[in-house]
């Protein structure tokens, strides 16, 4: 006999794209640092804006690289490497959240495509 589980497709767990999203996002990185933190500016291809977690009263420490995607505040130390981790540290979620966030920002899929 043949086992029933045979004639159902296995399950599979639906993955997040994070390298697509990560590529898509750095496209759009200064109109998604307006949007999260708006009243920045952009100074040598970085866009300087206040913490936005923080009572920071100059911008200047706070800083996100439109090319890379990477951002720092260089005053307490936090960092992360992309618009997805910068996404997490912000709204406090997890970096698939996160990615589903910035995803749904820029009207993608999340999931990899099979």
Known sequence: PVPITSFFPRTQRAE????????????????????????????????????????????????VNLRTGRWADFATGER??????????????????AAKRVAGLLSLDPLVNS
């Not at 992309?82 to 698939?96: E, F, S, T």
Request: aromatic share 10%; glycine share 10%.
């Open 16 to 63: 997040i794209d994070f390298g697509r999203i990560r590529s898509a996002s750095q496209l759009y990185a200064l109109a998604i640092c307006q949007r999260w933190m708006p009243g920045g500016r952009v100074v040598a291809g970085e866009y300087v804006v206040r913490n936005p977690k923080r009572s920071d009263r100059t911008p200047g420490s706070f800083k």
């Open 80 to 97: 992360g490497g992309d618009l997805i981790a910068l996404a997490a540290w912000l709204h406090d979620i997890n970096q698939a959240e």
